[in-house]
């Protein structure tokens, strides 16, 4: 598992768990504050699960700002299984390998 998965992985966990708050201060509510997750979710309506064994799946292309890469991230409901509602990351390798994540976006796509 690469390290921008694992990142991408942890965020999508927190989405899963509600712990908007804790997404918020890992990503220091760059772009969407936890008050901003929670509403996304709701306004989508369905209950986040894990993605299951083996369905794992993110679009990742590097950016220009080199280390820096944009993920869109597939996310599963309760309800529908693979759902329209996509989650987009900024990930930057700041750490030679620790990375730092930015919520961009949780829409349907």
Known sequence: MSPIEVASRIVVALLVACKYDVVEA??????????DLRSAVAAYGR?????????????????????SFHVII??????????????ELLVRDR???????????????
């Open 26 to 35: 890992l990503t220091r509510g760059t772009r969407l504050s936890a008050s």
């Open 47 to 67: 209950t986040l699960v894990d993605v299951p064994e083996g369905q794992w799946r993110q679009d990742v292309a590097q950016m220009d700002d080199p280390g």
């Open 74 to 87: 597939d996310l599963w409901t309760l309800e529908e299984g693979r759902s329209d509602l996509s989650l």
């Open 95 to 109: 750490y030679q390998g620790s990375f730092e994540v930015e919520v961009l976006d949780l829409h349907v796509l």
